[in-house]
Structure formats: C-alpha cells, structure tokens
C-alpha cells in the first residue's frame, strides 16, 4: 500500500544546515582571492541562490563564524572518509596517521583556502575560534581512535597530537613531493618521537596531581561546552 500520509513539516535545522553549507560551498573558491569577509559570504550567498540578507541568519557571527564552520566541515568530512576504515585492524599509531593523512588528503584541492583560513587564526581576534578548532579536530581524531581516557592521559594525548597536527600541516601546505610523500614521511617521524615519551608524560601526570584544578578547564573546549 502506498502511504498518502502527508509530509511533516520541514526539519528548520537541516535547512539551516543546507544553508550554511551551500554559502561555504559558493565561498570556498573565491576565498584564496577575497579572504572570509561579510562581504564575500553575501556574494557567496547570491551565488549560491539566496537572498544576500541569508548571510547574516546563516552566519551571525560573521566571518569568524564562518571560519569555524568551514573547519567544522572539514572535521566531519574527515570522520565520513574514515567510517569505511577497519579502525580495530590498526595499531594506535597508524590509527592516528591514517587520521590526520585523511583531513589532509581531503583539503587536497583548497590548501590555497587553508592557507589563507591559517593566516587569519593567527591573528588575534581569531585566537577563540583557532584554539577551539584546533581542539575539534584533534579531539575528534582520538575518539575515532577508541581512545576512552578521562584522567590526565586525556589532556596529554590531546595536546600532544595538536602539536603533530599541526606541525604536519605546515609541512604540507608546502610539500611538493609526488602524493605528498614526504608529508607522510614527516607525519610519521612526528608520530614516532611522540611514541618514545611515555616516561615524560609519567612525570608530568605526577607533576599535575599537585596542581589546581584550573588544568581541567581545557574541558570548556570541548565541542558542545566552549563559550564565546
């Protein structure tokens, strides 16, 4: 029997969603040239088919808002591609390699978008928005890892991979190579020197016991707990 039932109305969050990706989407190829401006979202708007007032409801927050939401887009992006990944076949190195090698593989074809996004959260009135991002994605990549810490491993492990994150994609941004090959050579150098710490993450953890709570605040970062 065919269901004549009618629609419900419709999800107002997918649409905003719809929205806020089809201006990211419009934007992308004139940010290298344009920079994330009010002005270039509201042409992105127009380019994307709606009103150019839509910016602004899709965006409030303006540019930094925009920022966010393109690095939030690229997190989720990252997880989609590793969702065909056989997680518990991989060793927690290669877990995190294979990681931080697919949010980079994806941004293949913006790194000019990429480096124009790094030279803005360096500045600071982006410093918000590049710390809770950067958090986002490392964050995210430990717990497609299986990592379940919640003591100081957690704080350690996160800080630690920001550091190969990072580092690794500034590697990148300016690697020639063939298939960036030398990235991944560089990716899993970062990766091994990391694995030889453990006895100076043990005295750190000793060192943290003593100290006040104010370490745990990290936690506000947490997607779905930052303020501001």
Do not use: H
Request: charged share 25%.
């Amino acid at each position: 029997m065919t269901d004549t039932s009618p629609a419900g109305p419709p999800d107002p969050d997918a649409e905003f969603d719809e929205l806020r990706q089809a201006i990211l989407a419009a934007a992308l190829p004139n940010v290298p040239f344009d920079g994330w401006t009010m002005a270039a979202l509201k042409t992105a708007t127009i380019d994307a088919g709606y009103a150019p007032d839509e910016a602004l409801r899709a965006f409030p927050g303006g540019p930094r808002e925009a920022v966010e939401a393109y690095l939030q887009m690229a997190d989720a992006r990252m997880l989609e591609s590793l969702a065909a990944v056989d997680v518990d076949s991989l060793k927690i190195r290669e877990r995190i390699a294979k990681a931080v090698r697919t949010r980079l593989e994806n941004a293949a074809a913006e790194r000019d978008v990429v480096r124009r996004t790094l030279s803005l959260l360096a500045t600071p009135a982006f410093a918000r928005v590049s710390a809770r991002s950067l958090y986002r994605t490392v964050d995210a990549i430990w717990y497609w890892a299986g990592d379940t810490a919640t003591d100081f491993n957690f704080y350690t492990k996160r800080g630690l991979l920001a550091g190969v994150y990072f580092s690794t994609l500034l590697y990148w941004l300016d690697d020639e190579s063939p298939n960036s090959d030398e990235t991944w050579a560089f990716l899993d150098r970062r990766i091994a020197d990391v694995m030889r710490i453990p006895k100076l993450t043990g005295r750190l953890r000793a060192l943290a016991d003593g100290l006040p709570s104010p370490l745990r605040a990290m936690r506000r970062c947490r997607p779905g707990q930052a303020s501001g």
